[in-house]
């Protein structure tokens, strides 16, 4: 303001004088009060103050020396420029992104825990199971990469029912109060006939100390998944879709995989006894896309 300040130019009682103004600070008299009233029926200081123009001192104060009608002019008129005026405005963090998650068990460390029970009333052996190759058995190709999440069963004749469970060890973080869908890609290998079905349910917390064969402890419940499939996933992976949930006031979700396999003497395949394979592959967990806003009538 200054520097512009010092280029203003004045005409003093109809005598044209240039004159290099020196900005003064505001000293209040007569001059002000003058000034003052002056500023209320026209803009003559602020153009003065602007410094970018041309004016005409008030014929009553002409006389007054230049520095003191400078210093009135800034008593009585603050530059829209001034520091203590200038608009702050302040713009709100946004909110973080909702994490996302896709699991595709191509990380050997990625925490997950497996248990099967091999008969209805819950005997036969449980494993930790680990990830899976293709190679083994050797038509089990994976979704995706090279390695997926699976559990391996033999029917007996006494009891053609499977159930196997996983969950993952460390919960997922998630956004609260957040929908999400969740989806996996699934494959029953071994029968031409589709006898596994797959629920999962949704929990706030897990706790897993890395040597407890029977899994994570689960506690929390949020919710229950059904899905439905997009394929047929005993001919081929096929996706499982459907499985919808809201965060509520969790920040962290674990997932409990339950698989259960019958296969009846009645189905001709079944006969035989032979091994099957439950595979998963690709889990998903995603925010659930907004719905398109409603037309305005
Ligand atoms: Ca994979």
């Known amino acids: 303001m200054k520097s512009t300040f010092a280029t203003a130019f004045l005409l003093l009682s109809g005598l044209a004088q240039a004159a290099v103004l020196e900005r003064r600070a505001c ?58 005026q200038v608009t702050v405005t302040v713009t ?38 680990k990830y899976s190759g293709s190679s083994s058995p050797p038509q089990a190709e994976a979704f995706s990469g090279t390695s997926y999440y699976r559990g391996i069963f033999k029917f007996r004749s006494a009891d053609r029912k499977h159930s196997y469970q996983f969950t993952n060890t460390k919960a997922f973080a998630v956004t ?22 797959i629920n999962a349910q949704v929990h706030g917390s897990v706790q897993w100390d890395g040597d407890n064969i029977d899994g994570g402890q689960l506690t929390d419940q949020i919710g229950t998944l059904d899905f ?53 592959d690709d889990i998903e967990i995603k925010v659930r896309p907004s719905p398109p806003a409603a037309p305005t009538p």
């Not at 153009?47 to 001192?57: D, E, P």
């Not at 896709?102 to 497996?114: A, I, L, R, S, Y």
């Not at 957040?178 to 071994?190: A, S, V």
């Open 228 to 280: 439905t499939w997009q394929g047929n996933p005993a001919e081929t992976w096929a996706k499982a879709v459907g499985g919808q949930i809201n965060t509520g006031s969790t920040s962290g979700i674990a997932l409990l995989f339950s698989t259960d396999c019958i296969c009846p003497q009645e189905v001709a395949e079944c006969q035989d006894l032979g091994m099957i394979t439950a595979a998963f």
């Open 27 to 84: 000293a209040a008299n007569n001059v002000v009060r003058a000034a003052e009233r002056l500023q209320r029926e026209s803009n003559w200081c602020a153009t003065w103050l602007a410094g970018t123009t041309t004016i005409s001192i008030p014929a009553h104060i002409a006389t007054t020396p230049i520095p003191i009608i400078s210093s009135a002019c800034s008593c009585v008129y603050t530059p829209t420029s001034s520091q203590c």
């Open 92 to 129: 709100p963090t946004p909110p973080p992104e909702p994490t996302e998650h896709v699991v595709d068990f191509e990380d050997n460390d990625t925490p997950w825990v497996g248990f099967m029970y091999l008969d209805t009333q819950g005997r036969g052996s449980y494993g930790v199971h």
């Open 176 to 197: 609260p109060n957040t929908d999400y869908d969740i989806t996996f890609y699934f494959r029953q290998f071994g029968y031409a006939s589709l006898v596994c079905k």
